[in-house]
């Protein structure tokens, strides 16, 4: 089913609190009023990153599933000095992975990855953190793992571009990305050849060629989220970034070019990709909880900069056609550190860019020649 068509049967309603952060962690006014929705907004002074940018405001949403009973929760990112004319901003949605813990009912996930709707919504995008099925405010579990998150994607997707969302009109719904960590990362790599509109994605460890994994997903293909054995066909361009290692206990022979292996199917159907693999980042890297620590001290803070650095700097290339963008992944030098301290050295990172430059480095902490 297209997004277009997934919009129609979706009745989508923004409600709740608001609260803004700008890069001196000051709250800011909001050019979106929460209030419109219907509940009463309150202006609560979370601290926000020295991300730089325009700083960032947010609005919790509830979204309705079809039927209309049972909704999902989310929140939606603006940048903090929205023009009341603004328009055709790029749009991202983000996924989180997986919980396998019992304290899922109580569990908010999708606050993990605020770091990363917070930094773009400052460099104006639009963007939607959601909790599928079973999370905290949103509806109780009736699937496998892998359908409920399917679920959440494609509805944050449809509600960004839908009737019932009040900022709609802000969005174009030609330039939508998505991002996702672990079976988001999977679900990501699937719907993007499924869901139209979208125009690149990002996969947090990582990129996938099957719904269940490959050689390069972190459980190697040992799925354990009810995810079908199917094929991905490449459509849009892809990232993929992957921690520095494999899940134990998996007991299989790896090699340096494992972690490529998505990355080559992109490459081989002609479609823009990079494999990012990062020194000593471990598969929880993504997940981070401002609630836990609003800092983020490092190591955490130098570490999610680079993430979202590269994250960035695709979308920026491919959802707003930026050639800047392509001097920030082909850099050898981000946030203080050279392809020795960034690039894993045991698995290889690679790009491969066709459209505004042309670059199939496979290797990229050789150099490459940049």
Known sequence: MTLFRFAVLMAVVLTSACDGGSRDGAVRDTAVDCRKFGFSATQESETGRAWGGRGWQSCAVSMPLPGGDESLYATLFLPGDLRPEEAALPAVVIGPGAWPLSDKATLDIQERYHWAAQELASYGYVALTVNPRGFVNSAPENAEDYDEYVEALSLGLSYLVGRDNPVAWRIDARNLGLAGHSLSARVSSVLQSEIGGLAAIVAWDNLASDARGDAGSYAR??????????????????????????????????????????????????????????????????????????????????????????????????????????????????????????????????????????????????????
């Not at 981000?334 to 392809?339: H, K, S």
């Open 221 to 370: 293909g040992n799925d354990r989220f009810g995810a079908p054995a199917v094929a991905v066909q490449p459509r849009v361009p892809a990232m993929g970034q992957a921690s520095d290692s494999y899940e134990s206990g998996i007991g299989m022979d790896f090699t340096e070019e494992d972690k490529k292996t998505a990355f080559n199917v992109w490459r081989s159907h002609g479609l823009e990709s990079m494999q990012v693999v990062f020194a000593g980042a471990d598969h929880g890297s993504w997940s981070y909880s401002l609630r836990d620590d609003p800092r983020i001290e490092p190591p955490a803070l130098s570490s999610l900069r680079v993430y979202q650095y590269f994250t960035r700097a695709w979308f920026d290339l491919h959802l707003r056609g930026r050639v800047s963008a392509i001097s920030k992944l082909t850099t050898p030098y981000v946030e203080g550190m050279g392809p020795q301290q960034l690039y894993s050295s045991s698995y290889l990172s690679a790009l491969y860019l066709t459209d505004m430059a042309s670059y199939d480095c496979a290797d990229l902490r050789s150099g490459c020649g940049f």
